[in-house]
């Protein structure tokens, strides 16, 4: 272990070759000449040096919170995954960045480096709604980095039956999209399971036409996911009206069957197109620019707040019909001054005309004022169950 002394020296050491750089870095932006390319490369090289030190320093400081972890508690590699620590971090690297890299691209790249640490003793299990190419395989890299191993699962039931017996350690599903609404089955699937929502993830999500043949003229049919259908009506009816309309399973099934049926044509991510080698006929066909899906993540135990987290409830008051239930069981979110994102209304299952409420409100269940307002809104319902606390989703 290193002395204070020797800190004391790789920390000055650091500082200065880190002012080094700036004051280089000045001097070129001051200066109307550039310098030598060569010159520039030796920085570049310095810095990429300096890089590959601090991971390999990250890395070895993450494997001493595992092996700490695992000697206190004899955690699994699931255990050692903390959600609202990884939200934490991006958000502070996200008020921190000066440029010129986008927030974004930021991000991404801390996520991967959180993802390869993570990994090095044993890569989490993700299960998706698969097959490979789909936008949920591409949201779970998003939220967990290229290092975890990722299961593709043909059904939404799968993913979460997969998630409960622990098969994998975590799963995730598609739950509404900005242009298409909500996805009911993934809602309905939390009538009858113990798993907590423990993350979201939002993915802006461009809709590609896709093909074997060279342009729109050879399309008779066109397959794709009801959603994805949903999401490009407008284009569809302005450049394809005559076009038989099929939906199927997944978009990466839209994928394999215009690869294999002449005529057939997918609606479809950029990935499925470079996995089943399509023809990209015309991009971002979706008719919104904003187009957005937000997937959640599936796991059995519930984590401590990030300070900027989302809670989703399932509450009903046993009486539906009568005047005034949902008032009821809003009041005291109102009261509390809870901000509401979202409600949804699913039958019960439990009896006709009985319905539940899914509802997405800010703030995490053991913090304040929501924890109080989440014990009076217990009082009023029949059914009262809260399906996650999770960090909201940081980009």
């Given amino acids: ?209 896709m093909g074997t043949m060279k342009n729109l003229k050879g399309i008779k049919r066109i397959c794709s996911h009801p959603q994805s259908l949903s999401q490009c009506q407008q284009w569809l009816r302005e450049h394809l009206p005559k076009a038989e309309l099929i939906p199927v399973v997944s978009n990466s099934e839209a994928a394999r069957r215009a690869r294999d049926e002449e005529g057939t044509a997918a609606i479809a991510g950029q990935i499925a197109a470079e996995i089943y080698k399509l023809n990209v006929l015309a991009p971002e066909i979706e008719d919104r620019a904003d187009n957005t899906t937000r997937f959640i993540v599936l796991g059995r135990n519930s984590f401590a707040p990030s300070g900027h987290d989302k809670t989703t409830l399932m509450v009903s008051s046993g009486d539906t019909q009568s005047h005034g239930t949902l008032h009821r069981l809003l009041e005291p979110l109102a009261r509390n001054h809870i901000s509401m994102s979202r409600i949804e209304s699913r039958p019960s299952r439990r009896k006709k005309w009985d319905y539940v409420f899914f509802m997405d409100v800010e703030g995490h269940m053991d913090t304040e004022p929501l924890r109080s307002a989440l014990e009076e809104l217990k009082q009023h319902s029949s059914l009262f169950k809260v399906l996650g606390s999770y960090p909201a989703a940081v980009l």
């Avoid at 939200?87 to 996520?111: K, T, W």
């Fill in 1 to 209: 272990m290193a002395t204070g002394k020797t800190k004391a020296k790789t920390v000055s050491r650091r500082s200065a070759t880190k002012d080094q750089t700036s004051l280089s870095a000045k001097s070129v932006a001051a200066s109307a000449v550039l310098p030598p390319l060569s010159e520039i490369r030796a920085h570049i090289d310095g810095i990429d040096d300096r890089l590959l030190q601090l991971l390999s320093e990250r890395a070895r400081l993450a494997q001493l919170v595992g092996q700490s972890k695992r000697q206190q508690e004899n955690l699994t590699s699931a255990q050692l995954y903390r959600p609202e620590r990884e939200s934490q971090v991006l958000r502070r690297v996200i008020e921190n960045n000066q440029g010129p890299l986008r927030d974004e691209e930021v991000a991404r790249l801390f996520r991967e480096i959180m993802s390869v640490c993570l990994a090095q003793q044993e890569p989490l299990k993700v299960g998706f709604l698969g097959p490979e190419g789909t936008f949920t395989q591409q949201a779970v890299y998003k939220h967990f980095g290229h290092s975890v191993h990722g299961v593709a699962l043909s059904s939404i039931p799968e993913v979460f039956h997969e998630v409960e017996v622990g098969h994998t350690d975590f799963g995730v599903v598609p739950i509404e999209n900005s242009t298409g609404g909500v996805v009911e089955f993934a809602i309905d699937m939390f009538l009858n399971t113990t798993l907590k929502i423990c993350g979201e993830i939002e993915l802006r999500v461009h809709q590609n036409l």
